[in-house]
């Protein structure tokens, strides 16, 4: 059974810090790319960052770049988002994605992330 484990969603004042973690299981790791999507209220789905799986190629959407930062750990089948100097427009509910060789993809159930004062 397929599983993708969101953590780490909360609230942070405007300036702060997250760390978002997605623990997998029921399939291959380290041969997935991995994303990291968020959803707002009232918009539609955007992809955050993304790392691929064996050159560890990652992007960016410009919204993020130079703040946040995806990372993955093969050995404990994790990816991370870290997010620095958190931004109000940043709240939403932030999505892990897996992409397999074969194309099949797989979500989490999300983790929330609220940036206010």
């Known amino acids: 059974q397929v599983q993708l484990v969101e953590s780490g969603g909360g609230l942070v004042q405007p300036g702060g810090s997250l760390t978002l973690s997605c623990a997998a299981s029921g399939f291959t790791f380290s041969s997935a790319a991995m994303s990291w999507y968020r959803q707002a209220p009232g918009k539609e789905r955007e992809l955050v960052a993304r790392i691929s799986s064996t050159t560890m190629l990652t992007n960016y959407a410009d919204s993020v770049k130079g703040r946040f930062t995806i990372s993955r750990d093969n050995a404990k089948n994790t990816v991370y988002l870290q997010m620095n100097s958190l931004k109000p427009e940043d709240t939403a509910m932030y999505y892990c994605?897996?992409?397999?060789?074969?194309?099949?993809?797989?979500w989490g159930q999300g983790a929330q992330v609220t940036v206010s004062s």
């Open positions: 994605h897996a992409q397999r060789r074969d194309w099949t993809v797989y």
